[in-house]
């Protein structure tokens, strides 16, 4: 039988299936089953830039409220920094889940601008998070900010998180950069160790008889993934950053095909919420087979073997496929 394990960022997981940031995680006991499963390690939900910086800013109405009543408060009233509220429950939760699965958890931060709030990431540290994944997501809006100045400042987000703690740093990133491999090279200046490809957009669509939004999430279906292998497929072995699959992996083939590409893991949220942990188990049940199949001794060795690393032009090859693609097609008569 073929070695499942496999590692990310640094740390040893017995499989390559991560649980990725979502309601799979609320329930302590229900992502238990998860975890015995096959599931090596649990991304929690995210905590926002937004969040923090209101707690941060009701900490400090707080402390300034009661200073101006008495002059002497300072003394005893904690750094404002320090207050916690809202955050205090996510720490709790984070601390349950390592008692009860007894796998390394991954604290989640979403935000794109540095400061003060990415401080954050000592805390939950300190409780124990195995890593902290970073998610930059955000969609430009002002049309003053140049491409180059939003990545600058996401960059140095990734820095200011990275240098406030000691534990392992990923990013989750969105496929709209002009060039991905040279943003990825950016995170691995920026001390990230790892890249999430890809954040999901969550856009509402336009509801044309109410003139609404329709905001109802839809979970993904495995279509998502192949713009998630073209870029694995690139980043292998051409960045020094670990690599996740993350959207559009449901079956065990899906997790093969992302591995082959070049993943060290694949995090997966709509199959496990739809199906639930028994579907998991037989997921990796059958990547176990297919590995097995394949002749691979490990996952480290199906790893990339189908990715672009030693491909002289990767450029040329992904225009060639495309004019392939675009060249072959058939009207639906013809196909059968
Ligand atoms: C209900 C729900 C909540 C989610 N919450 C978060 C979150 O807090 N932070 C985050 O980075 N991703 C979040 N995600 C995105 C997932 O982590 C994942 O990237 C996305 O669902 C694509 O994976 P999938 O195709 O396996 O669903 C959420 C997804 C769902 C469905």
């Avoid at 709030?117 to 140049?146: H, K």
């Avoid at 002749?295 to 672009?308: N, P, Q």
């Amino acid at each position: 039988m073929s070695e499942l394990n496999t590692t990310w960022l640094g740390l040893a997981l017995r499989t390559p299936f991560v649980v990725a940031a979502c309601p799979v995680s609320d329930d302590v006991d229900h992502l238990a089953r998860y975890v015995e499963a096959g599931a090596s390690a649990v991304v929690m939900r995210s905590l926002f830039e937004e969040q923090i910086i209101a707690e941060q800013m009701a900490a400090h109405h707080l402390i300034d409220g009661r200073t101006d009543m008495d002059a002497e408060s300072r003394s005893f009233m904690p750094e404002s920094g320090t207050v916690t509220l809202g955050h205090e429950h996510y720490i709790r939760h984070l601390e349950r889940i390592r008692a009860r699965t007894g796998v390394p958890v991954i604290a989640s931060l979403n935000g794109v601008t540095p400061g003060g709030w990415t401080e954050m990431a000592r805390d939950l540290e300190a409780a124990g998070a195995a890593a902290i994944e970073l998610n930059l997501y955000e969609v430009a809006t002002d049309p003053q900010e140049s491409g180059s100045e939003v990545e600058t400042r996401q960059i140095e987000t990734v820095r200011s998180v990275v240098g406030a703690v000691s534990v392992p740093v990923a990013v989750k990133l969105s496929p709209f950069y002009a060039s991905v491999p040279a943003f990825c090279r950016q995170l691995a200046g920026a001390g990230a160790k790892g890249a999430v490809v890809f954040n999901r957009f969550y856009q509402p669509d336009v509801q044309l008889e109410t003139l609404d939004l329709d905001t109802n999430l839809h979970l993904s279906t495995s279509a998502e993934l192949p713009l998630r292998l073209h870029a694995l497929a690139l980043l292998h072995g051409r960045v020094a950053l670990d690599l996740s699959a993350a959207g559009g992996v449901h079956t065990a083939e899906d997790a093969a095909k992302a591995i082959v590409c070049g993943a060290n893991i694949v995090q997966m949220a709509s199959a496990l919420l739809e199906n639930g942990p028994e579907y998991l188990a037989a997921t990796v049940a059958a990547f176990a087979g297919w590995l097995a199949e394949q002749g691979y001794r490990d996952v480290a060795e199906a790893r990339g073997v189908m990715s672009l690393e030693n491909a002289p032009n990767p450029g040329a090859w992904e225009r060639l496929n495309y004019m392939r693609m675009l060249a072959g097609w058939q009207p639906r008569a013809k196909r059968r």
